[in-house]
């Protein structure tokens, strides 16, 4: 099995640019997926692959990878990007896995 | 566009059974997906529990293997889950999603969970 780390919080302010990191093993194999989550509601898959957007993601949220690391950076953050964000892959084993989630608050 | 519709009893006795079942609407279960169940305790994050494809095979999460079944019901368009032994620890919202994944060139690409139901809080009380 493997896992995928994430900060616990990360902090933006309005308009400016905040990226998420999800690092792992796994990661040099597969690509991250990232979820938005805000409080009642299922996660919404915000980026796949290399850096793709599912239909209705605004193009400020973008996705990149390095290494073991897998980045979502939201460009100009806006107040209603205000949520959780989680990453998930498969790892090594081809299971599924999730990072911890990271609770983004946009200032 | 595909809709997933969990259900099932929201409280479940310590021991006992959690049994829970996804209906999947505007698509067909046989496509080529993997279907997904996710669990998220109150306040915590997200844990995948298992995964089946349609011609039933499965994957599960190891930590969770000796207790979970996910079956599916392609006459009903639907999958479910079994959880035995139940305690607290597994109070949760569970959630159903449709995994996306590609094979292209010989490789495999895993690209996450596009679809999920709202999901349905199970609660493990007497």
């Known amino acids: 099995s493997s896992e995928l780390t994430q900060d616990p919080a990360v902090s933006v302010a309005l308009g400016q640019t905040v990226r998420i990191t999800c690092q792992g093993d796994?990661?040099?194999?597969?690509?991250a997926s990232w979820y938005q989550q805000k409080p009642g509601q299922a996660p919404v898959l915000v980026i796949y692959g290399k850096n793709n957007r599912p239909s209705g993601i605004p193009d400020r949220f973008s996705g990149s990878s390095s290494g073991n690391t897998a980045s979502l950076t939201i460009t100009g953050a806006q107040a209603e990007d205000e949520a959780d964000y989680y990453c998930n892959s498969r790892d090594s084993s081809g299971y599924v896995v999730f990072g911890g989630g990271t609770k983004l608050t946009v200032l | 566009q595909v809709q997933l519709q969990e259900s099932g009893p929201g409280l479940v006795k310590p021991s006992g059974t959690l049994s829970l079942t996804c209906a999947v609407s505007?698509?067909?279960?046989?496509?080529?997906?993997?279907w997904s169940w996710v669990r998220q305790p109150p306040g915590k994050g997200l844990e995948w529990i298992g995964e089946?494809?349609?011609?039933?095979?499965?994957n599960y999460n190891p930590s969770l293997k000796s207790r979970v079944t996910i079956s599916v019901d392609k006459s009903k368009n639907q999958f479910s889950l079994k959880l035995s032994s139940v305690t607290a620890a597994d109070t949760a919202v569970y959630y159903c999603?449709?995994?996306?994944?590609?094979?292209?060139?010989?490789?495999?690409?895993?690209?996450?969970?596009?679809?999920w139901g709202q999901g349905t809080t199970v609660t493990v009380s007497s």
């Open positions: 505007g698509g067909s279960i046989s496509s080529s997906n993997w």
């Open positions: 089946i494809y349609h011609s039933g095979s499965t």
């Open positions: 796994s990661l040099r194999s597969y690509y």
């Open positions: 999603a449709r995994g996306l994944d590609s094979h292209e060139g010989g490789y495999y690409y895993y690209y996450g969970m596009d679809v």
